[in-house]
């Protein structure tokens, strides 16, 4: 994208800011309360949205942004197999979605993201088949409680970097590593999963109601592209992570449980005699740029893969997509504007070229508690001041940029 140049999007384009009850809510007794992330940080506190959404919906009215996309956190609710949702939990989510409306913020909630009640991890999280009628209870008795009041759901958040965390590299609870048959067993109960509660959502949930997943798409490939074993690991990866994990989602007939795709979207992982060459697997962010990678402090930057990846889904499964995170971690803001431009640019070409994107939801709202990485990796729009009792939130200067995005429906590059 060029200096100058303007970019409009379509009308009613939802332009929102995305989180998860982990990394901001604090105050949860869930597989993650016991953590303790790479720079020592937990999740005890995190940025206690808990108690402050109303002040955080008041900075996402401040940015302008028109939606929200948070999660509703299954632990807190239902403290038993088939158990009663717990009317005060319930309630303050329903005020969450009452402040929400208030600003005209359209919420879209996510039923799963990378956490569990205890009781579901106790018998094996996902790895057993009984998980699945007891997700299918809460997400019944979820829907009829939220009945009228959202309209967007998001059932599961990255299924493929849970299980693969979770049951191939260890970095997530529960930390099993290179259990294949698990992995794969966890993504066809989600898969199930996904299919039967997207019925009953849209079923029961009163008025025009949207579903589906958010699949994480990063690009694998080989640095060099003649050394067949960098080849060879970037397609088991590609396989594995990304058609594998598609098709058991949406494959024939699965397909018509979702009425959209969620996209969420970060850039690409190329390799090197097997060594991933990104920041996240700790490669220095010096050495990368030194051969000419341009990365955050996570994963290398690939704009033009976003069109891609959006004409590849709109080829094959015609469905509306959203891009339900996209972001950059780095201390740099010019960097991060310049990469937010770039990919806009890239999402605009592939709405030009016809894709059916209705929105899109920047990661993150706020710095949070980045999972492995506790709260090194700063993903926010606004920074929070963790040494701080209060935990006051302040505006980044990408915060701002956002917001003039949020409020003209366009992307200017200055
Ligand atoms: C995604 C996760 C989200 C956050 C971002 C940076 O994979 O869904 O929770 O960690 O990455």
Redesign the pocket.
Known sequence: MNPGETLDFPPGFLWGTAT?PT?VEGHIENEWTQFTALDGGNCRRACDHYHRYPEDVDWMARLGANAYRFGIEWSRLQSAPFAPLNPNELARYVHLLECLQAKSITPMVVLH??SNPQWINAWGGWTNPATIPAFVDYVRQLGAALKGKVHLWNTF??PD?YACMGYLLGGFPPHNKWRLGKFRRVIDHMARAHVKVSRILQQEGGGKIQVGIAK?WTFFHAYKKWLPWDQAMAYACHYTFNKFVLDAFLGGGRRRASTFIGL?Y?GRVRFHHFRPMIPASGMSLKALEKIGFVCDD?VERYPEGLAKILSYLNRKFRLPIYIT?H?SASSDEKFRESDLCENLASLHGAIAGAVDVRGFFY??LMDNF??QFGYAKK?GLLTVDFEDEKLPRSLKPLGDFYSQICRTNTVARP
């Open positions: 998860s990394q993201h990378f958040n990255e970097t994480n969420n970060y996570m995170e972001g990661w993150s980045e999972w993903f």
